[in-house]
C-alpha cells in the first residue's frame, strides 16, 4: 500500500494549528504518510493587499487567521479546493461549520476511491426533526469512511504548543490510530475512544454553554454562577446525546477532552464566551461583535443553539433543556439577559 497522502480542508485559526501539527507530523511519520506535501485548502481572499495563499506559501504564516505561528514548509496553500483534495488518502475537515455544505457539494464525486476523512468541525447539520452530526454527514455525502476529533483546544494554545489533550471518536480502531498519528505530539495528547457520535455532540454543543458563561461574565455575576452553568451544561449536553443518538458514551462528557475539558475552557477563553459578554456589556449585535472582535473569525455557539431550537421544537421537548432554550432565546429573540438563569 502506498503512503497516506493527507490534504486539509480549511484554513482559519484552528485550521491553521492543525496544519503546523499535521506537517510537522507527515515527516515525524514518514513511514505512513507522504511529506512532500500537506495541501491546504485555502478560501482565497485578499489580506493586506496580498492573496492569503500566496502570504502562506511565501511567509510560511497565515497572517490572518493565525499570525506568528511559522507553519512547516510543505503545508502548500491552495485555492482550488478539488485541486487540494486531488490524490489526497486522509482529508481533514476544519471549517466553521455554516460552510460544510457548500464546500461537501463542491468535493461530491471527485475525493480519492478508498480515501478516510476526519472531521475537526463542532456543529450539528440540522433539518427540521432530524440531526446528524457532521461525521456522519460527510460519509453519508462521499462515500469515505469519517472520524471526529474535538476537545479543549483553544488553536492559539495548540499552536505555541501548550500542553493539551484532545479526543478522537473513531470509526474504526485502525482509523482512528492514523489519525492519532498525524495529530499527537509529546504537548498535544491525543486519546482514542470508540464515539464518534459523542466527540463531536461534545464539541458542537459546548458551544452554546460558553455563550451562556459569556452571559454570566457580562453580566458579572462571578464564579460561582459561571461554575454552575459549566455543570448546568454538561448535564444538558449529557441529556440530549442520552435522548437523541444511540450509543452515546458517557466517558465521552466525563472523562474525555471533548466533554467536560472543553466545557471549561471554552467557557473560560473560547471567542463564544468573549463575544457573549461583549453582547451583555456593548449591548450589540453578535454579527456586528463578530466582525468587529474576530477579525474574520467565526462564532459557531449562537448558530448552533438556534439549530438546536428548531430541532427540539419541531420533537416539542424545548422545555426539557430550559439553558440550551435560553441561550437561543437571549441570543436570537431578544429576550433580557438577566432571564439566563431564572428557573434553571
Ligand atoms: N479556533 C479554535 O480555537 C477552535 C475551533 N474549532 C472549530 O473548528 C472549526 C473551524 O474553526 P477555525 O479554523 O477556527 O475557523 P475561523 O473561525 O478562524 O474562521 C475563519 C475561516 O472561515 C473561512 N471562511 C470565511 N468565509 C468562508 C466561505 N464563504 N466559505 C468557506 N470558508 C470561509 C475563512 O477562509 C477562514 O479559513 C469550527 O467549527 C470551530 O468551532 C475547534 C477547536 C478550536
Ligand atoms: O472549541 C474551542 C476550544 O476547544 C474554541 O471555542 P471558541 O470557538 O468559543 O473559541
Redesign the pocket.
Known amino acids: 500500500m502506498g503512503k497516506e497522502k493527507v490534504a486539509i480542508i ?6 491553521s494549528a492543525i496544519a503546523k501539527i499535521a506537517g510537522n507530523n507527515v515527516k515525524n511519520h514518514n513511514d505512513i504518510f507522504d511529506e512532500s506535501k500537506v495541501p491546504i485548502w ?2 482565497e ?1 485578499d489580506y493586506e493587499g496580498r492573496k492569503l495563499t500566496e502570504i502562506i506559501n511565501t511567509d510560511h504564516e497565515n497572517k490572518k ?1 493565525l499570525p506568528d505561528v511559522k507553519l512547516p514548509e510543505n503545508v502548500v496553500a491552495i485555492p482550488d479546493i478539488v485541486e487540494a483534495v486531488k490524490g489526497a488518502t486522509a482529508l481533514v475537515f ?4 455554516q ?1 460544510l455544505s ?2 461537501l457539494e463542491q468535493l461530491e464525486g471527485k475525493v480519492e476511491k478508498g480515501a478516510k476523512a476526519i472531521t ?4 450539528v447539520g440540522v433539518e427540521g426533526e432530524n440531526i446528524h452530526v457532521f461525521a456522519d454527514v460527510i460519509q453519508e455525502k462521499l462515500g469515505i469512511s469519517t472520524s471526529a476529533l474535538s476537545g479543549a ?4 494554545e495548540v499552536a505555541i504548543d501548550r500542553f493539551s489533550e484532545t479526543t478522537i471518536g473513531y470509526r474504526t480502531e485502525e482509523d482512528g490510530k492514523l489519525w492519532q498519528k498525524l495529530f499527537q505530539t509529546p504537548n498535544f495528547r491525543v486519546q482514542l475512544i470508540d464515539d464518534v457520535a459523542g466527540v463531536s455532540l461534545c ?1 458542537a454543543l459546548k ?1 452554546i454553554v460558553a455563550v451562556a458563561a459569556g452571559f454570566i461574565d457580562g453580566l458579572e455575576y462571578g464564579n460561582n454562577s459561571k461554575a454552575a452553568i459549566m455543570r448546568l451544561g454538561l448535564l444538558e449536553m449529557k441529556h440530549f446525546c442520552i435522548e437523541f443518538f444511540d450509543n452515546v458514551k458517557e466517558e465521552s462528557f466525563l472523562q474525555e477532552s471533548a466533554g467536560v475539558a472543553d466545557v471549561i475552557t471554552s467557557c473560560l477563553g ?2 463564544n464566551r468573549k463575544c457573549a459578554e461583549a453582547f451583555v456589556k456593548e449591548k450589540k449585535p453578535f454579527d456586528q461583535l463578530e466582525k468587529d472582535m ?1 477579525k ?3 462564532l ?1 455557539g449562537i448558530h448552533t443553539a438556534k439549530d438546536i431550537h428548531i430541532f427540539l421544537k419541531s420533537r416539542n421537548r424545548i422545555d426539557a433543556y430550559p439553558l440550551f432554550d435560553k441561550v437561543y432565546q437571549i441570543s436570537w429573540e431578544g429576550l433580557p439577559v438577566e432571564k439566563l438563569t431564572e428557573g434553571l
Not at 10 to 15: A, I, T
Open positions: 480549511g484554513s482559519g485559526n484552528w485550521g485555502v478560501f481572499e487567521y476544519v471549517m466553521p461549520h460552510f457548500k464546500t475537526l468541525i463542532k456543529g483546544n483553544i488553536a492559539n464539541g458551544n473560547g471567542r474576530l474574520g473569525q467565526k459557531q
